[in-house]
């Protein structure tokens, strides 16, 4: 079946790197995504990459693809106190549909 | 600007009361999305739609309803909401990829 598994908190301090883990199960996904919610708010999407790249690279976001071992990483370069909040991946086993990962809290403490 | 409103953003109802949320969107997109948030489990898939008059069961359908009679909107009924169905759910909508754009999420509390 469909499961995307991520650890539920990561805590960093402000100016060191954030990573953040997600394992799926589809391997048929053409796209895997990262989106971000801050409080109160919608998900609001951060980046996303084609199943048949190994990296991808935005700005201080770096995404790693293991297509192998089915594991997607979101790397956040000088994490800032602005990056706070809980950050889900998401597979896409059918036509325009997605499938979320538990999400991530990520705290960034001065 | 094209958006994606979402209301009420708060309700408080009984148990066994019927309850719709309701998703307008401008965005002119083809399909609609409604998930629940909870914690522990992400967002969790309800209903969707392709288009108007199309509806698709999610992972947690059970005991919700949608009806598309229109490109814009996307309500969701509770038909007798339970204790179960406390959460946040959020609308989308998206064009012809995997892009989704959310609303600002209902909070639902069912006492």
């Known amino acids: 079946g469909e499961d995307v598994e991520q650890s539920l908190f990561l805590s960093v301090r402000e100016g060191d790197s954030s990573v953040i883990n997600c394992t799926y199960t589809?391997?048929?996904?053409?796209?895997l995504y990262w989106y971000k919610q801050e409080p109160g708010a919608g998900l609001q999407l951060l980046t996303y990459i084609f199943s048949n790249m190994d990296m991808k690279q935005d700005q201080r976001l770096t995404v790693l693809l293991n297509k192998k071992d089915k594991h997607l990483s979101l790397r956040i370069a000088d994490t800032q106190t602005g990056d706070s909040a809980i950050y889900f991946c998401a597979e896409s086993p059918g036509f325009q549909k997605l499938v979320f990962g538990t999400g991530t809290r990520l705290l960034v403490s001065p | 600007d094209a958006e994606i409103t979402q209301s009420p953003r708060h309700k408080i109802t009984e148990t066994g009361r019927q309850v719709t949320l309701a998703c307008h969107q401008t965005w002119n997109h083809n399909n609609m999305f409604w998930y629940r948030q909870d914690l522990g489990h992400g967002l969790r898939l309800i209903h969707y739609s392709y288009g108007v008059q199309d509806t698709n069961k999610g992972e947690v359908s059970d005991g919700y309803s949608v009806s598309r009679s229109n490109t814009e909107d996307l309500p969701l009924t509770l038909e007798s909401a339970a204790s179960s169905q406390t959460s946040v759910y959020f609308c989308?909508?998206?064009?012809?990829?995997?892009?989704?754009?959310f609303g600002a999420g209902s909070r639902l509390t069912v006492l």
């Open positions: 589809d391997s048929s996904s053409t796209y």
């Open positions: 989308a909508s998206s064009d012809s990829g995997n892009v989704l754009t």
